[in-house]
Nanobody, 124 residues
């Protein structure tokens, strides 16, 4: 059974950095796109960043220039480097995989496997 497990969340002050990791395990399954999403209390889930099987990346405007998504296929791992963090980045962060190029659009419905999430809290 496919499984994604996030780690690396925590509490930082505004302007700080965190690096999230997502480890994939289980049966080989089609992972055309890997994405990071976040959801803050009382807000809708937001697509943050996506990387496809060719290594192309795409970011939400709210994180562009501050966050970097990367993957290590040999380690079956996905990463999100977050710099210049702001209080509005506070949320539960989830990694997810999509079996088709539809995942490029960072719409949650196109993603079929999700992790449990890791909390990121940024204080001012």
């Amino acid at each position: 059974q496919a499984q994604l497990v996030e780690s690396g969340g925590g509490s930082v002050q505004s302007g700080g950095s965190l690096r999230l990791s997502c480890a994939a395990s289980g049966h080989n399954y089609r992972r055309v796109c890997m994405g990071w999403f976040r959801q803050a209390p009382g807000k809708e889930r937001e697509g943050v960043a996506v990387i496809d099987s060719d290594g192309r990346t795409r970011y939400a405007n709210s994180v562009k220039g501050r966050f970097t998504i990367s993957q290590d296929n040999a380690k079956n791992s996905l990463y999100l480097e977050m710099n210049s963090l702001k209080p509005e980045d506070t949320a539960m962060y989830y990694c997810a995989s999509a079996p088709s190029n539809d995942g490029w659009w960072l719409v949650g419905a196109y993603y079929t496997v999700w992790g449990q999430g890791t909390q990121v809290t940024v204080s001012s």
